[in-house]
């Protein structure tokens, strides 16, 4: 059997909670004050899929999602993306298309989900729940509402992913 590794981006605005995400899926872990990286590009979790181990390297950004030639270096081979907002912060929803087509321009149409985070935070939501569907049916995204913090929908996103790429 051939081993599939597949080179996951995880991309949004800062403090959208792409990191949190990142350590959540792979060591099971939810900080409130982890702000880097720890020294490493990526984290990885191997699952299995339809009886096929499939190994998910998650790459993320280090906090330096301002630098263009920096998230270019990042993205290049990604295989899937995860798209990211944050309930609580109007900026980052808007924000999805552009980071949408800065990923498209660096490797093409991959498997892509659509996540709005810190569901958990619904009281102080800023971005109504049809404004959230209304994006993810106009860019042809499948979208999940999501909280790191408790735990709720974050394997599942990442199901879909390695799911939708064994598909392609
Ligand atoms: P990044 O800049 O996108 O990597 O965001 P971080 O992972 O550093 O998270 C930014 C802040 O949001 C941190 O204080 C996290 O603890 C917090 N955070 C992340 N996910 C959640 C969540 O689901 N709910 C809540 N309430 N806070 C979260
Ligand atoms: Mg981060």
Redesign the pocket.
Known sequence: DMEVAIKVVVV??????????I?RYCKGI??????KTIGVDFLERQIAVNGEDVRLLLW?TA?Q?EFDAITKAYYRGAQACVL?F?TTDRESFQSIQTWKEKVEAEVGDVPTVLVQ?????LEETVIKNEEAEALAKRLKLRFYR?????DLNVTEVFRYLADKYLQR
């Open positions: 949004g605005n800062g403090a959208v909670g792409k990191s949190s995400m350590q939810f900080t409130k004050d982890y702000k993320d906090g999602e990211v944050s985070n810190k569901i958990d935070l999501a909280s790191v913090k408790e």
